[in-house]
């Protein structure tokens, strides 16, 4: 069974960094690209960041202006967001997912989210 | 930059009734490139239909995707009670970066 199991959120004031973590099992880790997507209370969701098999692709929405890194550890099946210099507007829940499979990168599998909160 | 701007905005229609969403680009995109999700209330979004029309596993087959070009729909045929949620459309591409739309509520009559 395929489980997503993020970490790392909750409340951080502006201008702070958190780093959020995704622990994967259930399936070969290593070989599909994973994703970082966040919904603002009550709003849409909005995809954050992507990052292939291998790290040798990754993609950023343009809204965040290079603040957030996506990195993975294929050795501890762990996928990462560092982010620095958060705002108010950062706060969500964020959300890792993975590709339905390697020929379709439509958002399969889901983890619960962690909510990471900027205020003061 | 792709806008994807879904419609209408809230649904309302009762359990037996069919639902059509709707899903539009600001440009044409590849068919190949269109999902649509379901998100209920506390729950992470749930894959429902990927490359514009082929239902995700163990998607009901009341859950239907069509369109081309700059206008996709997604049916539901026959409403369940469990189908009551926010629907979401998702244009991506083979890099992949993503773009959501705002989302439809579809809620009880």
């Known amino acids: 069974e395929v489980q997503l199991v993020e970490s790392g959120g909750g409340l951080v004031k502006p201008g702070g960094s958190l780093r959020l973590s995704c622990a994967a099992s259930?399936?070969?880790?290593?070989?599909?690209?994973m994703n970082w997507v966040r919904q603002a209370p009550g709003k849409g969701l909005e995809w954050v960041s992507s990052?292939?098999?291998?790290?040798?692709?990754?993609y950023y929405a343009d809204s965040l202006k290079g603040r957030f890194t996506i990195s993975r550890d294929n050795a501890k099946n762990s996928l990462y967001l560092q982010m620095n210099s958060l705002r108010a507007e950062d706060t969500a829940v964020y959300y890792c997912?993975?590709?339905?499979?390697?020929?379709?990168?439509?958002?399969?599998?889901w983890g619960q989210g962690t909510l990471v909160t900027v205020s003061s | 930059e792709i806008v994807l701007t879904q419609s209408p905005g809230t649904l309302s229609l009762s359990p037996g009734e069919r639902a059509t969403l709707s899903c539009r680009s600001s440009?044409?995109?590849?068919?190949?490139?269109l999902a649509w999700y379901q998100q209920k209330p506390g729950q992470a979004p749930r894959l429902l239909i990927y490359?514009?029309?082929s239902r995700a596993t163990g998607i009901p087959d009341r859950f239907s995707g069509s369109g081309s070009g700059t206008d996709f729909t997604l049916i539901i045929s026959r409403l369940e009670p469990e189908d009551f949620a926010v629907y979401y459309c998702?244009?991506?591409?083979?890099?992949?970066?993503?773009?959501f739309g705002q989302g439809t509520k579809l809620e009880i009559k």
């Open positions: 997912a993975r590709v339905h499979d390697y020929g379709d990168f439509a958002l399969r599998y």
């Open positions: 259930g399936f070969p880790f290593s070989s599909y690209t």
């Open positions: 990052i292939s098999s291998s790290s040798s692709f990754i």
């Open positions: 440009q044409s995109v590849s068919s190949n490139f």
């Open positions: 490359a514009a029309s």
């Open positions: 998702q244009h991506y591409d083979d890099s992949p970066m993503y773009t």
